[in-house]
């Protein structure tokens, strides 16, 4: 399994950026992708959590109303929009994936696969 995780960048706030997460070796059917986030000196923190067939979604309190998800099924790709950027969303973001659906979506240890992060800063 890998994910490939792209996107980051430099935007102001109040701009909006695209995040990508290409997974490989994998059937999707099952699939559920997160994202995670971690700032200088902070813990991982949970940002949102879709099973790829989008039956279920879920995202951080921080976050609801801001960001979203969509995919592109042709390329094994799901994206993370996020809009109305905050200095507060600066951190590295961490795309992770696993089969199935887990109540604890919100824990980093209940991902198995993780791909590598991409450095999103909100900065004028």
């Known amino acids: 399994v890998q994910l490939q995780a792209s996107g980051g960048g430099l935007v102001q706030p109040g701009g909006s950026l695209r995040l990508s997460c290409a997974v490989s070796?994998?059937?999707?059917?099952?699939?559920?992708m997160a994202w995670f986030r971690q700032a200088p000196g902070k813990e991982r923190e949970f940002v949102g959590a879709?099973?790829?067939?989008?039956?279920?979604?879920g995202f951080a309190d921080s976050v609801k109303g801001r960001f979203t998800f969509s995919r592109d099924t042709a390329k094994n790709t799901m994206y993370l929009h996020m809009n109305s950027l905050k200095p507060e969303d600066s951190a590295v973001y961490y795309c992770?994936?696993?089969?199935?659906?887990?109540?604890?979506?919100?824990?980093?240890?209940?991902?198995?696969?993780w791909g590598q992060g991409t450095l999103v800063t909100v900065s004028s």
């Open positions: 992770a994936g696993r089969y199935g659906w887990s109540v604890a979506y919100y824990t980093p240890s209940t991902w198995v696969s």
């Open positions: 879709r099973r790829w067939n989008g039956a279920t979604t």
């Open positions: 070796g994998v059937t999707l059917n099952n699939y559920a």
